[in-house]
């Protein structure tokens, strides 16, 4: 890691109830002060009773996807105009299972991170390569392929997100990339984007898959990783804190 701040975000995806989630954002908020960027991603029904607890906090708060459109006849969908109206600081996008269950392609995903952006919030951009995708040799040309969409959509802009390198065979199946493994990805996605924008080595690449406190150190040790996007360990506070610590 180097003097860029570390993010780390939880995402919640389809977990909880009013009652968890207050005991979940309590522990959390008993946790602080954090020397990381800190942020939970929660499902929509609960953005206003997060926004609430959270409020005055140094924790963040955000969504786990928005609409690539600003509105219309979109049933189901929730603009990034609208989180936007909440204060939403981040919004996740291209997520792996929206990308597998929902058939996100990548100029959808780059064009709900310009949707985001354009609304002041913060997308983290996920990439990542499948099992079948990295044993056939091809880790690099799937994640470069994933990033350019979104580089040649927001152009310079792109300084303004934050990535999330994401394996798709770590995620939710208790295999981590090893840190080596992630350094490498991360390294071929910073060289990529300091091609695309000045601000390239000010940017956080999150790594995401399996992330616990026993091996959060030794992955965000690595020059290029900035912090995590945290799935299954942010769902209880203890093991969440212990992995913000480990960012700061
Ligand atoms: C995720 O959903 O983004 C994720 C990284 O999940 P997990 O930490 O459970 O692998």
């Known amino acids: 890691m180097t003097d860029r701040t570390p993010l780390v975000a939880g995402n919640w995806k389809m977990h909880g109830s009013r009652a968890a ?4 954002l309590a522990g959390i908020l008993a946790g602080q002060p954090f020397k990381c960027d800190v942020a939970v991603c ?3 029904p609960y953005l206003g009773d997060v926004a609430q607890a959270l409020a005055g906090s140094g924790v963040a708060w955000g969504a786990q996807d928005c609409s690539a459109h600003e509105h219309g006849a979109y049933t189901g969908e929730v603009s990034a105009g609208m989180l936007a109206e909440f204060g939403c600081r981040y919004v996740i996008v291209g997520h792996s299972e929206r990308r597998a269950y929902h058939a996100e392609g990548d100029q959808a995903v780059a064009d709900k991170a310009k949707i985001a952006l354009a609304r002041g919030i913060t997308p983290i951009v996920c990439v990542g390569e499948t099992l079948a995708e990295r044993e056939s040799g091809q880790t ?3 994640v470069k392929r ?8 927001l152009g310079p802009c792109v300084g303004e997100i934050v990535v999330a390198y994401e394996p798709v065979w770590a995620i939710g199946t208790g295999k981590t990339a090893t840190p080596e493994q992630a350094q490498e990805v991360h390294a071929l996605l910073r060289v990529q984007l300091r091609a695309a924008t000045q ?17 959060a150190a030794t992955l965000f040790a690595q ?3 900035d912090g995590g996007l945290i799935g299954g ?3 209880k506070a203890s093991d969440f804190v212990a992995i913000c610590r480990a960012a700061g």
């Open 21 to 24: 989630n207050a005991e979940l």
């Open 233 to 235: 360990a942010s769902l």
């Open 140 to 142: 690099e040309a799937v």
């Open 42 to 44: 929660v499902p929509s």
């Open 223 to 225: 020059p290029d990783i």
């Open 199 to 215: 601000r390239a080595d000010a940017m956080r690449v999150l790594y995401g898959g399996s992330v616990k406190p026993d091996n």
């Open 146 to 153: 994933q990033l350019s969409a979104v580089i040649h959509t």
